[in-house]
Structure formats: structure tokens, C-alpha cells
């Protein structure tokens, strides 16, 4: 019902940037919550920053400060901007949505298939 794309990631110096992509297509009626989560080898998945419909963020006290969640209702397509990136910020990083689509008028929660960060000299 709803396909997640992600796009932009790679191989970064520490203390560089990255601009991170999700396009959601399908059958969507609203997208009531837009984010990205990120898992490093060895440990769980964490919530990196989330937007919701109204455009209020939230973002992980780790990356206060150095990245961006903004999103284009128009595209249904939200991105991450990175900046001063750490080698801590290594990981898989996940777009997710919160969205009614199809028949159902109920919410539920899809994911990207994962991009790859690297922060490495």
C-alpha cells in the first residue's frame, strides 16, 4: 500500500554533510508522521528525528543541533539533512512512515529498506 525509497547515503569525512531522501508512493490517503531511524552494528534502532503533519520535530539528543527533518507534504517525500558528521553517526538509516492508505482508515507504521552512512576518514 505504501512504498518507502530512500536515497543519499555514503561515505562522509567526519564533519561532513549528507542529505538524506524518502519518497513514499502508493495508495496514501494522509501521512500523519514522517521520520528516520538509524541501527549501528551490534545495536538497536533508534529514533534519529521525526516531523509530524503540523511540522513539529523532535530529534535524538545526539544529533540536536547538527541535523534537519524537514518534509514536502506536496511530494510526500521527507529528507535529513546532516551536518558535522561523527563517526558514532555511522549506521543503517531508516525512513518512517505513519500513514493511512488504501481501504484501511486505519494508521500504520512503514519502513525504507535502508541506506547505508558511513563517517570515516
Known amino acids: 500500500q505504501v512504498q518507502l525509497v530512500e536515497s543519499g547515503g555514503g561515505l562522509v569525512q567526519p564533519g561532513g554533510s549528507l542529505r538524506l531522501s524518502c519518497a513514499a508512493s502508493g495508495t496514501i490517503y494522509t501521512i500523519n508522521a514522517m521520520g528516520w531511524y538509524r541501527q549501528a552494528p551490534g545495536k538497536q534502532r533508534e529514533l534519529v528525528a521525526v516531523i509530524s503533519s503540523g511540522g513539529t520535530t523532535n530529534y535524538a539528543d545526539s544529533v540536536l543541533g547538527r541535523f534537519t527533518i524537514s518534509r514536502d507534504n506536496a511530494k510526500n517525500t521527507w529528507y535529513l539533512q546532516m551536518n558535522s558528521l561523527k563517526p558514532e553517526d555511522t549506521a543503517v538509516y531508516y525512513c518512517?512512515?505513519?500513514?493511512?492508505?488504501?481501504?484501511?482508515?486505519?494508521?500504520?507504521?512503514?519502513w525504507g529498506q535502508g541506506t547505508q552512512v558511513t563517517v570515516s576518514s
Open positions: 518512517n512512515a505513519q500513514a493511512v492508505a488504501g481501504v484501511s482508515p486505519y494508521e500504520y507504521t512503514y
